[in-house]
């Protein structure tokens, strides 16, 4: 059983930054891509940023290019999203997810395991 842990959301000023981290468990983290999601009320979830297992690839949606960066740490089991120059329509429950592709998928389809979520709210 995988176990994602997400933590580190909060409340922010527009303009401010937030560094989220998700502890993985029951899994041999590194084997496996990880990304990040968010979902604002009423919206489907949507894909925000994704490593492989070697974090030599990476992607990120276009409205968190250059703003965002995901990151993992293997040893600890561990990868973590970096969100700077936050905007108000960053504000979103943000998911982290785990995935056996050999590729790096961006739909939520293509995630096996998801956290619970952690809220980020940015004040305009």
């Known amino acids: 059983q995988v176990q994602l842990v997400e933590s580190g959301g909060g409340l922010v000023q527009a303009g401010g930054s937030l560094r989220l981290s998700c502890a993985a468990s029951g899994r041999t983290f590194s084997n496996y891509v990880m990304g990040w999601f968010r979902q604002a009320p009423g919206k489907e979830r949507e894909f925000v940023a994704a490593t492989s297992w070697s974090a030599s690839r990476t992607y990120y949606a276009d409205a968190v290019k250059g703003r965002f960066t995901i990151s993992r740490d293997n040893a600890k089991n561990t990868v973590y999203l970096e969100m700077n120059s936050l905007k108000p329509e960053d504000t979103a429950v943000y998911y982290c997810?785990?995935?056996?592709?050999?590729?790096?998928?961006?739909?939520?389809?293509?995630?096996?395991?998801w956290g619970q979520g952690t809220q980020v709210t940015v004040s305009s």
């Open positions: 997810a785990n995935s056996d592709r050999n590729y790096v998928p961006r739909s939520v389809h293509e995630y096996d395991y």
